[in-house]
Every structure is written in structure tokens, then in C-alpha cells.
């Protein structure tokens, strides 16, 4: 099996070739750190997480750098930190830690590096100093400005033409421009904004230098797959695509380019200005994070897609399904004595439902495929527990947990899924009620054991007896 990745430069679905299979190189621009992110914000995270993953899987945990950014210098940033009268550096660290906290909660593993700009701030400078030698970069009144002529193949990623693009990127003509469609790389800072000190004056960096010389710091150019949302397409990796070219690192930036598709909310895409955004951190109070993880895997990463609460309570009922038979076959497996267990037969069926997963995984993330061959795997589980063919399930299981997890999913034990949805005082009541049962049962009061069970059931708590006491989980629904 290869990996084939889509490309939005060439427009194609073709084999990933990593430059060195030994140090297999991976950016994606993340949030800017100054609110709590929403929902869609974090497509991208689950979806590059998920590629990492298939990497890791593919090249070796380590071999596999991956670098996603924070934004901690931003307009945004400055007027938060005004209005609570503090640092910048407080309200970045506050909201960064929230994003991350929100991402561990949506399965995602912490990336190899996560750099800050306020920590590239050298890098960022020396870049720009790099361009202006290499004469694709001037200077004029204060700023220092990427000079588009330089570079044939600008509008080359996003298959604009320059008109439109000069009208899409919503330009300002100052007029010490050259070119309307030139983009700032330093500018000078406002009076009550953060500055840095720099060849070309005092000022900050403007967004689109601050990725080229993330990328340079944390995994040298040119990198093998860069990644993010639709939306950044166009100005803003465009515009790295041609200060990593000009810069002279080998006239190579990234070899394949990957883009997410938005997630909407009614007919438009999330976004914090049109104020139509779930945040993660409030959704995740109301469901598991691994459901809020299946709901955004759902559809095709490049389709658009719709974020509704029916969409997260089908994630819930799928995960519910595949976490039932795990915990039917563990107890399965409890009941039947050491020496009978053998590890045997091919079990041909599940072996194929589990290539179908990794195959669909290696075709550009085709994760509706994946799933569905989650479910055939489950499927086989099922029948074997049925048939109790013990090797079939003891197969069966241990190549669904595998598929499942590689997809950073069914790492939870499967009692705690179920009992998730009990809160504190039901899980109380349960408790009692079992011990409470236990007790009669000991007593040989059977009548009474049986009320309880018949109790148990009305809170809609199923119990199962198992050579090591009994366990409970809430009720399938039907
Ligand atoms: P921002 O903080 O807006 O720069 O966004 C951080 C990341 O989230 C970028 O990769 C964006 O492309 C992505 N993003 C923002 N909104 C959405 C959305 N509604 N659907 C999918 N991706 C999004
Ligand atoms: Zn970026």
C-alpha cells in the first residue's frame, strides 16, 4: 500500500515521497491564541492529526517531525490584552493552554514542535533580511514589503489571476506599494503595540513571514507537506509559497499542499465574525471528546461539512456500537478458561476489513471508508462472539483496536464509555443498588435480588454478572 495525498498545487491525487523517509517533515499554520477556538478551527487539527499518525505508522514514530504554529502577535491579541490592562503574554498563554487542553480532550497527539512567534522573532528578521539581499523584498517608509514581480509563479497555488487577486487580498494601495498586490513582511508598530528591534526599523512582522520562518527554525526548508484550512489558500500561503522560493533555500518550499475543506454551520462557513461558532470547549461538556473527534472525520476532509446535533449524535451511536462488542467480547474472553485460549486461524474476513481501513487512510484520509471498515470489523467480532470461536474473537478484537487507534479512537475501556453518560448521582445510586442486590443474593433473598435487578433496570442500567463480580453499563437505546 502507498500513500497518496492530494495536492493543491498540481491539482492531483499522487503518491507521497517523502525527501527522506528517515525525517518525513510536516507544518500546519494553527490558531491565533487571543479567544476560545471553535469547532472549526479544529478540523484542522483532527485532520493533520490524523495524517501524523498514518505517517507514524508508515515512516516510525520517529522519523515524523510536525510542527503547528501559534499566532501570539496579533491585532486581536493586542486589543485583548488592552482591554484586561495586561501583557500579551497573558492572554497568548491563557487561550493557548485552552486550545491545547481542547485539542489532547479531541484525541489529537501534542505535535513534535509548536512554535511561537514571539519566539522566532530572529528567524522572522533574518528572513526578511535574506529576501532584501536576494532582491525580492524593499523597503519604503518604515516598512519592508515582499515585492510580487519577483516571483513569475505568484497566483501559481491558487490559480488566481492578479486582478483578482489584487481585489481578494482586499489590499490597501499604500502608495508606497510598487505593485498593489505587494504584501508587508515589516511594518512599523502603533504606539501602544509590541515592538522589535530590526535592520529595517523598529515595528513587527506582518503574518504571512512569520509561517516561512517558523517552518525554517523548527524543520529547515523545504519541508514535505504543508498544511491548513481552505481559507488560507489564498493570501496567505500564496504568499509563503513565494518568500520560501525567493528566499534562496534551494527554490523548493513544500512538496505537497493540503487543504481542509470548512466546516459550516447552517449554509455558512464557521466563523467568529459571522458569530455562528460552537466553541470545543463548550461542546466538549456535553459530549466525549472521541465523538466530537468522529464527528469531524465524518465526511472527506476536502468536502465542506455540516455541523448539526445530529451529526455529533450519530458519531456518539457509532462509537457506541463499537465500544458494545469490545466490552461483549472482553467479557466473552473473561469466561473462558486460560488453557483454552489459542491464538489461531486466519480469520481472513477481519484481516481484510482491516487492509480496507488502511488502505482508505493511505487514499488521501478517506476516512467514510475507514469507518465503514471499522463497522466490518466489528461485524466479524460480533459473529465470532456469537460462534464463540475464541481465536476469532481474540483476532478480530485485537485488529479492531488497532484500526480504531491508529485513528486515535476505542483507547478508552469500554465500561467508562458506557458509564460516561451516568452522572455522579446515578453512578451513586447504581453502586448501591449492586451492593444492595449482592447482599440479598448472599442472603439467598431471591425475591429481593430480583426487585433490585427489576430497579436497576427502570434507571435503564443493564447488569452483567462475571466471575469477578458484577459491572453495569447504561442500556443500548433502542
Ligand atoms: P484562524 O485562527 O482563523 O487562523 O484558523 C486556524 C485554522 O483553522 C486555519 O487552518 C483555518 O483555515 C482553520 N479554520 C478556521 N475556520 C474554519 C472552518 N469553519 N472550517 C474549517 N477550518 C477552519
Ligand atoms: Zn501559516
Keep these: 500500500m502507498t500513500l497518496s495525498l492530494y495536492d493543491t498545487l498540481t491539482r492531483g491525487k499522487r503518491a507521497f515521497a517523502p525527501r527522506d523517509p528517515k525525517r518525513v517533515t510536516m507544518y500546519v499554520c494553527g490558531p491565533t491564541v487571543y479567544n476560545y477556538a471553535h469547532i472549526g478551527n ?53 487561550y493557548l493552554a485552552a486550545y491545547n487542553a481542547d485539542a489532547a480532550a479531541l484525541g489529537a497527539l501534542q505535535p513534535t514542535f509548536q512554535p511561537r512567534v514571539t519566539e522566532t522573532m530572529d528567524a522572522i528578521i533574518a528572513f526578511i533580511g535574506d529576501l532584501v539581499t536576494e532582491g525580492a523584498a524593499y523597503a519604503a517608509e518604515g516598512h519592508v514589503l515582499f515585492d510580487t514581480q519577483a516571483f513569475p509563479d505568484y497566483g501559481k497555488l491558487s490559480g488566481r489571476p492578479m486582478d483578482e487577486m489584487i481585489a481578494g487580498a482586499r489590499v490597501d494601495v499604500a502608495p508606497y506599494k510598487r505593485h498593489p498586490a505587494d504584501f508587508v513582511l515589516w511594518k512599523p508598530s502603533k504606539a501602544d503595540e509590541p515592538v522589535w528591534e530590526s535592520a529595517f526599523g523598529p515595528g ?34 500564496e504568499n509563503e509559497l513565494a518568500q520560501g522560493v525567493c528566499a534562496g533555500h534551494g527554490h523548493e518550499y513544500a512538496d505537497v499542499w493540503m487543504h481542509n475543506g470548512f466546516l459550516n454551520m447552517g449554509d455558512e462557513k464557521m466563523s467568529k465574525s459571522l458569530g ?38 450519530q458519531a456518539k451511536s457509532a462509537l457506541d456500537r463499537l465500544y458494545r462488542v469490545l466490552d461483549d467480547s472482553a467479557r466473552f474472553l473473561d469466561g473462558v478458561p486460560t488453557g483454552a485460549r489459542a491464538s489461531g486461524g486466519e480469520h481472513t474476513g477481519a484481516t481484510q476489513a482491516f487492509d480496507a481501513v488502511l488502505g482508505a487512510l493511505q ?40 484500526a480504531g487507534q491508529l ?32 447482599a440479598a443474593r448472599t442472603a439467598r433473598d431471591w425475591p429481593e435480588a430480583d426487585r433490585i435487578r427489576g430497579e436497576l433496570s427502570a434507571l435503564n442500567v443493564e447488569v452483567m454478572d462475571g466471575p469477578t463480580g458484577a459491572t453495569w453499563r447504561i442500556k443500548e437505546q433502542a
Excluded at 512582522?205 to 529547515?220: F, V
Aim: charge should be negative; charged fraction near 25%.
Design 204 to 237: 513587527r512582522p506582518g503574518w504571512h513571514i512569520e509561517c516561512t520562518a517558523m517552518i525554517e527554525q523548527a524543520l529547515g526548508l523545504p519541508i514535505d507537506i504543508h498544511g491548513g484550512g481552505i481559507d488560507l489558500v489564498f493570501p496567505h500561503h
Design 363 to 402: 487514499d488521501d484520509l478517506n476516512t467514510p471508508t475507514a469507518f465503514a471498515g471499522l463497522f466490518q470489523l466489528a461485524d466479524h467480532l460480533r459473529a465470532a462472539v456469537m460462534g464463540k470461536d475464541v481465536a476469532g474473537v481474540e483476532r478480530s478484537r485485537a485488529l479492531l483496536l488497532e
Design 42 to 94: 479544529f478540523r484542522p487539527v483532527v485532520v493533520f492529526d490524523l495524517l501524523f499518525r498514518v505517517l507514524r505508522d508508515l515512516y516510525g514514530n520517529e522519523a515524523v517531525l510536525y510542527a503547528a504554529n501559534v499566532t501570539d502577535v496579533d491585532d486581536k491579541i493586542n486589543r485583548k490584552a488592552t482591554e484586561e490592562g495586561v501583557p500579551i503574554g497573558v492572554i497568548s498563554d491563557r
Design 407 to 438: 485513528m486515535g479512537f476505542l483507547h478508552a475501556d469500554a465500561g467508562t464509555w458506557f458509564q460516561g453518560g451516568a452522572d455522579d448521582d446515578l453512578k451513586a445510586k447504581v453502586e448501591a443498588l449492586i451492593a444492595a442486590r449482592l
Design 276 to 313: 455562528n461558532v460552537a466553541l470545543a470547549h463548550d461542546l466538549l461538556k456535553q459530549y466525549p471528546g472521541e465523538a466530537i473527534r468522529w464527528a469531524l472525520l465524518a465526511g472527506h476532509y476536502r468536502q465542506p461539512l455540516e455541523w448539526t446535533g445530529d451529526l455529533i449524535e
